[in-house]
C-alpha cells in the first residue's frame, strides 16, 4: 500500500511539473504476463505500478525500467556479491541505485560529487532505505532531494511536490 501511495504521488508530482520540464506522465506498468523474477522483488512491485520513472526537473532521478534493469547488471560488477547479490534500479545524477535482493534494502553511493565507479574502495557506498518505497518517499519525494538534490526554492521539482501534495 505504502508503495501505491509512492507512485501516486509520483504521478501527481509528473503531472504539475511546470514547463519546459513537464507536465509529464508515468509510463505504464509492466503487464502481469511478463515474469520480473529476474528483477529484485522490491522492484519489481514498483514495476507493476509504472515501468520507470524520469524525475526531477532535468531527469536527475531515473527509476529505471525493466529493460534498463535487465540490461545493466554489470553495474554491480565491482560490488561485494555482484549481479547476484545487488540489482541495480535507479540512478541519481547518473550514479546508480541498487536493491539488495535478499533483504530489499535500497544502496547508493552517497557522495554525488565523485563518479561512482571511482569509488574503488567503495567508501561512499551506503545504505539509504530499508525498501523501495522508502528510498521513493526520501530521496525522490520527501526531505532527500532537498537536501542532495534541491537547487533552491525556485526547484521547478521542489514546486511540483510541493502544489500535489
Same mark, same amino acid.
Given at each position: #500500500?505504502?508503495? !501505491?501511495?509512492?507512485?501516486?504521488? +509520483?504521478?501527481?508530482? *509528473? =503531472? ?14 509492466? %503487464?502481469?504476463?511478463? /515474469?520480473?523474477?529476474? +528483477? ?9 505500478? &509504472? ?12 527509476? @529505471? ?7 545493466? %547488471? @554489470? #553495474?554491480?560488477?565491482?560490488? %561485494? ?25 535500497? @544502496? @547508493?553511493?552517497?557522495?554525488?560529487? +565523485?563518479?561512482? $565507479?571511482?569509488?574503488?574502495?567503495? =567508501?561512499?557506498? &551506503?545504505? *539509504? =532505505? ?5 528510498? !521513493?518517499?526520501?530521496? +525522490?519525494?520527501?526531505?532527500? $532531494? ?9 526547484? /521547478? ?9
Amino acid at each position: #500500500m505504502r508503495l !501505491i501511495d509512492s507512485v501516486r504521488r +509520483i504521478a501527481a508530482a *509528473l =503531472a504539475r511539473l511546470a514547463p519546459p520540464y513537464g507536465p509529464l506522465e508515468l509510463p505504464p506498468p509492466v %503487464p502481469l504476463d511478463e /515474469p520480473l523474477g529476474d +528483477i529484485a522483488p522490491g522492484y519489481a512491485e514498483f514495476l507493476r505500478l &509504472a515501468d520507470g520513472a524520469d524525475c526531477g526537473s532535468t531527469g536527475d532521478m531515473r527509476l @529505471w525500467s525493466a529493460a534498463s534493469v535487465r540490461h545493466t %547488471p @554489470w #553495474m554491480a560488477d565491482d560490488l %561485494p556479491g555482484g549481479a547476484t547479490r545487488w540489482c541495480v534500479v535507479a540512478d541519481v545524477l547518473q550514479n546508480p541505485v541498487f536493491v539488495e535482493r535478499a533483504t530489499g534494502e535500497v @544502496w @547508493w553511493f552517497s557522495d554525488l560529487n +565523485i563518479v561512482w $565507479y571511482t569509488d574503488s574502495d567503495l =567508501a561512499s557506498f &551506503a545504505k *539509504l =532505505a530499508d525498501d523501495v518505497a522508502g528510498f !521513493i518517499d526520501h530521496l +525522490i519525494l520527501g526531505p532527500g $532531494y532537498v537536501q542532495h538534490l534541491s537547487t533552491g526554492r525556485d526547484d /521547478p521539482w521542489l514546486e511540483a511536490l510541493s502544489t500535489s501534495e
